[in-house]
């Protein structure tokens, strides 16, 4: 069927652009009543109103069948899932597809390498925990001034302490994944190793904890607040297991001795098994006064106790016959059974409770997987925030001034990347931008004079400043920015069926569709032909009137080449297709037209 069709399209696009794993579910996996029903049951609520529900039947429905899904592949219950967060991007900056891209935020356009990215300069973190979360803080820039301001704060202490700077990256330069541990943990699928790593790194805690105590900043405060040594996880897991414990938890060897004592006879039985014999065997010849009386062992009987024929008068009557041969007598007694069973499957059982006392142990960490879950984000936030520090005070950057107006005010600013990369020094430039006098700015040179580079470079700035970073820059003062839109370079899509002009297109059909609410743009319009005709006042007029705020940069290229000659403007010539099918160009092929006629063209 079409919808079929259509969501088929839809997971080729995630594996292909987004390069994630995604998979087809049955319809009926996406019931409401069961998707209800079991959201109630797994929160341990009597409404979906507890939950803040009840209003939002679709969420409903995609949270069962994910949790069911989960469930499914997981092969165990999910007790660590304990609450439901709502994401919204109204929290955020609106960062597209195409100014991820343009961008270049977390890869590069060329190589798809994260070296020479934006996330390439500003990763100096020492965690796994904290380089997710720094991708996440450059993917989601804040828009609210308070968030903003916090973060600044913060980096401003750790860029003026630099001693205490340098002590707290020590202390986290010795810290695992603590937020993968926890999740093998809860899941039952961690090993002796990695219970030993999340104990060596509840170790370190204590000394993170002590240096953000000496922090005056607010989100330094709550972060430190938000570290939970586990002093008591991290001594029963080092008082359990051994230092160096194997890989394989189903092999033994991985708990101490001392810690069970029904491990330490066993153990003790293994390495004395013929001790234990031997001392049986004399009190044996003491009690009977049977001076040949031995132990011996096969495999049909196991242990026996073997007196001659000359002596069978002596052996006392608990002694029970086993086996009669021509010479001798073999028999059994009670103790020699319970000792060749604690013999024999000692080493078995060993094993096995080694086994059970390594789940226990696991398990009781899994019971403290908020705790560890909350303390390995606050690590992964002081970590980010210490690397955002040290990048400031490596690169000279400053911290920027958040305005609750719209002007983008930057002295001496430069490119993050771009500076990084040369080998001579960058030359900064200023840049100016408001929704008053400055809503426009026009750049022009020839290529390779470094617009793109200009127009990237403020819409970097801006992203760094509302993630939390300083900025390159002598100063800067900017506005809070819910978007940054981008159309810079000429580029096609044709895995997805899209030309450079169909490309041109979308990119900036999205511009004009944000761009009212938006206060920075950052666009590179096409304007070649004729450009002794272009009335730079005329043209801020339309930019003006159309609400489009940002740098747009003039090359060369006729408006009238774009609009169509067949005297529907409502149709784009790249397709050659109606208004009804290609809505998303009418707008910008609108605009186009309407700068055109401005210039005095046809």
Known sequence: SPDVVKLEQVTDFIRSRLHCSCDLLDEECFDLSKASAMLMKHFAVTSLSDLSLDNAPAAVSVLGAVMDYLRSVQKTELENIRSIDFYGDSSFMRLDVSAMRNLEITETMRNREKRGSLLWVLDKTKTSMGKRMLRSWIEQPLIGIAGITKRH?????????????????????????????????????????????????????????????????????????????????????????????????????????GFNEELDSLRDI??????????????????????????????????????????????????????????????????????????????????????????????????????IQKTASSVAAVDVLASFARVASENNYCCPVMNAGTMIDITDGRHPVVEKMLDSPFVPNDTRLDCADNRCAIITGPNMAGKSTYMRQVALISLMAQAGSFVPATSAELCVVDGIYTRIGASDDLSS??????????????????????????????????PEKINIPELFKVFNRRKVY???????????????????????????????????????ISLLSEINKEFGGE
């Open 550 to 588: 940002g740098c747009i940069e003039q090359t060369n290229k006729r408006f009238n080449e774009i609009v169509s000659e067949s005297g529907r403007p409502d149709a784009c010539i790249e397709c050659g297709q109606c208004e009804s099918v290609c809505p998303q160009h009418i707008e910008i």
């Open 153 to 257: 704060n913060a980096v401003s202490e750790l860029y003026e302490n630099p001693l205490l700077r340098d002590d707290l990256i020590e202390a986290l330069s010795g810290c695992q994944d603590m937020e993968r541990l926890i999740t093998r943990i809860a899941y039952s699928t961690a090993n002796a190793r990695e219970l030993k790593a999340l104990s060596a790194t509840l170790n370190r805690m204590p000394l993170i904890k002590e240096q953000l105590g000496l922090c005056k900043s607010a989100l330094l405060g709550e972060l430190c607040s938000g570290i939970n040594p586990l002093e008591d996880i991290a001594e029963m897991i080092e008082n359990s297991i051994i230092e160096e414990p194997p890989f394989s938890v189903r092999e033994g060897g991985m708990i101490r001795d």
């Open 497 to 530: 069926g899209s030309s450079t002009f169909m490309v041109e297109m979308n990119e900036v059909a999205d511009i004009l569709k944000n761009t009212p609410t938006v206060p920075c743009t950052n666009c590179k319009y096409c304007t070649e032909g004729c």
């Open 270 to 371: 293994v390495n004395n098994g013929k001790g234990y014999i031997a001392d049986i065997q004399l009190r044996e010849q003491e009690k009977t006064g049977i001076k040949k009386l031995k132990i011996g062992y096969n495999r049909v009987f196991g242990y026996y106790i073997e007196v001659s024929n000359s002596y069978k008068e002596l052996v006392p009557e608990e002694y029970i016959r086993k086996q009669t041969l021509a010479n001798c007598e073999r028999y059994i007694t009670q103790e020699l059974k319970e000792l060749e069973s604690k013999v024999l499957g000692a080493q078995e059982r060993i094993v096995r409770l080694e086994y059970e006392i390594f789940d226990s142990v696991r398990k009781k960490t899994a019971e403290r997987l908020y705790e």
